[in-house]
């Protein structure tokens, strides 16, 4: 039962990082290898706005504004100059920045790994039905749920979630509508990025802050992706949910050895549906 | 007609440049102390040896088309089996080779037959994947090192009794599985297969109307490769006689990734050139950046794709020496033409 909860939570944080990914993969058609890095750079901006205010919230809604406009920056000045081209430019740029980013990281907070200070009333437990568990977990469960079923909510009901999902298939047709389609790129990049910063001071605060947490990451997103369907949302969420269950019943069953149930489930889900669990085209 | 003798004129005088360089290559070490330092000799050793990753890499992503974002674990898996075999079996660097092939033989096929379903980003995504798996294997793993990886690894030997251990001897050792490495990737590129291989990465529809099976074609080329970057393993053992974890890691594979790109895709010389821009750049910017060489490199990665995306064969192709020597040799033999008549 613990297990169980621990699991759904720390795969509904990872259903805020490979959503995003999943969403700039299929509308925009790039690989955003950088993506892993604004969950990190989220975690440390976080972590300084804590240290030098000690709000907790200030830090929580901040910290992804900054990260948020600073890949708007890098969307607007570097990646929609390779819209159209070839797959790998785009890969190798976003792979140029992940790098830059982690040598800034590495120079500004050091190699040391960091925890974000929780406020008191996050500290402690609760007791669910005779099972005590952490009062932040809980928080993050409830938070992340909320978040994806915005998300969800606004893609699936609203017109820019239209537009969005029209993206999926066709890009030409929905500038045909007369809508400016880069605009909407601009803007989606620059959300996708801050939800993977909210993210990142989740685990932050959950797990710890470290110089190589953006390669973990970016590694459990593109396992969800490839599990879940390319672009797929409901598949990113579902796959994150399988991903975090494997995570914490495979850590109870082998310990040590919890990352290989994923690739295990991986291998599977390849070999019985190549296309990923929900493939969206 | 015209056609015809212009592409034999420049295959005759691509091979020249071909020996010239190989030539050049070779005097080189007999040099050492006037010209260059062994330093340099390990350079370019390097160079050697991601030469001929990089020969197999482009005759998969340039080529064909297909971007691999793992290739490190064929990498990885050759340097892994070598040092297991020079530690523990025997120190004959032929053994290491042929053990290493083997296995990547293996892992070439059951991973090409996995990632053959998928094209372009997803195809990079499932080998970044599944070379992800291989790094924590490897990271995770005590019995083959771990984090430390594996250390105290003995010099290789050619035969019983000649020692490859002098960095002067591995270096023609190398040289000499480049040259080929090349000649064998020329070779392939020139053949059907490769004519095949660049039908695919024009259009993969229409090379599966005339009949062949690109299923089948993509996944022998995935091994060829796999079986190129084995070899690289090997010698990278030979040249460093300690094997970490990250030979196995992303940024490995990224690295790859770019020498590709910054070379030149598709032109076999370009990766090779790719590669030696790369590695003599990492040791330049480690020496003047200290610590944030790593921002340097990625910045001009960035500055690199953005401005530059047909790399350095694209530049040279547009403006530069070999292109104002090539108008002026034209012009020339016009005029002497004119003369004649």
């Keep these: 039962m613990a297990n169980l909860l621990y699991g759904i939570t720390i795969g509904s944080t990872y259903a805020l990082i490979s959503c995003g990914l999943t969403i700039i993969l299929g509308v925009m058609g790039v690989l955003n290898f950088a993506h892993g890095s604004f969950v990190m750079l989220g975690a440390y901006t976080g972590y300084t706005i804590i240290k030098l205010t000690g709000n907790f919230w ?12 600073l890949a708007g920056i890098m969307e607007k000045f570097m990646v929609s100059r390779l819209y159209g081209k070839e797959v790998l430019f785009t890969l190798l740029l976003t792979f ?16 040391s790994p960091y925890s974000i200070q929780l406020p008191y009333y996050f500290k402690g437990f609760v007791n669910l039905f005779g099972l005590y568990y952490p009062k932040f977990r809980l928080f993050v469960l409830f938070f992340s749920f909320l978040l994806v079923t915005f998300i969800w909510i606004f893609l699936n009901r609203s017109r820019w979630g239209l537009v969005i999902r029209a993206g999926l298939f066709d890009i030409e047709t929905v500038q045909a509508f007369g809508i400016n389609i880069y605009k909407v790129f601009n803007v989606l990049f620059l959300c996708c990025a801050g939800i993977a910063a909210v993210a990142g001071v989740i685990i932050g605060a959950m ?15 593109v396992i969800v992706i490839v599990i879940g369907g390319l672009g797929s949302f409901k598949g990113a969420v579902i796959g994150s949910l ?40 | 007609m015209t056609f015809e003798g212009r592409t034999i004129r420049k295959v005759g005088l691509r091979k020249i440049v071909e020996v010239g360089i190989l030539l050049l290559l070779v005097a080189m070490p007999l040099s050492t102390g006037y010209l260059f330092s062994d330093f340099y000799i390990a350079l370019f050793l390097r160079v050697f040896i991601f030469g001929i990753m990089m020969l197999g890499f482009d005759l998969l992503a340039g080529y064909c088309g297909l971007a691999s974002f793992g290739h490190a674990m064929f990498f990885g898996t ?7 075999v020079w530690k523990y079996l025997s120190d004959s660097v032929w053994l290491a080779i042929f053990i290493g092939l083997g296995l990547n033989t293996v892992l070439g096929y059951i991973l090409g037959l996995l990632c053959v379903r998928t094209r372009t980003i997803y195809f990079v995504f499932l080998t970044f994947a599944f070379s992800q798996f291989f790094f924590v294997t490897a990271n995770s793993w005590r019995l083959i090192g771990g984090t430390d990886g594996i250390a105290g690894i003995p010099l290789p030997t050619l035969l019983p009794g000649i020692s490859l251990g002098h960095r002067i001897s591995f270096y023609y050792f190398s040289l000499g599985f480049l040259a ?30 005339l009949g062949y099976n690109t299923s089948l074609e993509i996944r022998k080329v995935f091994l060829i490769s796999a079986l190129f970057a084995s070899v690289a393993g090997t010698l990278i053992v030979g040249f460093q006689p300690f094997v970490p974890p990250y030979y196995y890691h992303w940024s490995l594979s990224g690295e790859f990734v770019i020498m590709e790109i910054l070379g030149g895709m598709g032109t076999l010389v370009g990766p090779l050139l790719g590669a030696a821009i790369v590695i003599f750049m990492g040791d330049i910017l480690s020496t003047w950046f200290k610590e944030a060489w790593m921002l340097c490199l990625g910045a001009i990665y960035v500055i690199c794709v953005l401005y530059s995306p047909e790399g350095v064969i694209g530049i040279l192709n547009n403006i530069s020496v070999v292109g104002i020597l090539k108008r002026l040799l034209s012009r020339f033999k016009r005029s002497s033409y004119l003369g004649k008549s």
């Design chain 1, 242 to 281: 399988i991903l975090g269950l494997a995570e914490s019943f495979g850590a109870q069953a082998i310990p040590g050895l919890a990352k290989f149930t994923t690739w295990a489930i991986m291998a599977a889900v390849l070999l019985l549906r190549p296309e990923g669990l929900f493939p969206e085209r």
């Design chain 2, 78 to 84: 050759g340097a892994y089996v070598t040092a297991i």
């Design chain 1, 96 to 111: 140029g920045m992940g790098m830059v980013f982690a040598n800034a990281v590495l120079l500004i907070w050091g190699g």
């Design chain 1, 207 to 221: 797990r710890s802050i470290n110089p190589v947490m953006d390669a973990d990451f970016i590694t459990v997103a």
């Design chain 1, 58 to 69: 200030l830090s929580f809604f901040l910290s992804p504004l900054v990260i948020a406009l």
């Design chain 2, 180 to 209: 080929i490495a090349y000649w064998l990737a020329r070779k392939i590129v020139n053949s059907h297969f490769g004519r095949v291989l660049r039908g695919i990465r024009q259009n993969e529809e229409r090379t599966k109307f």
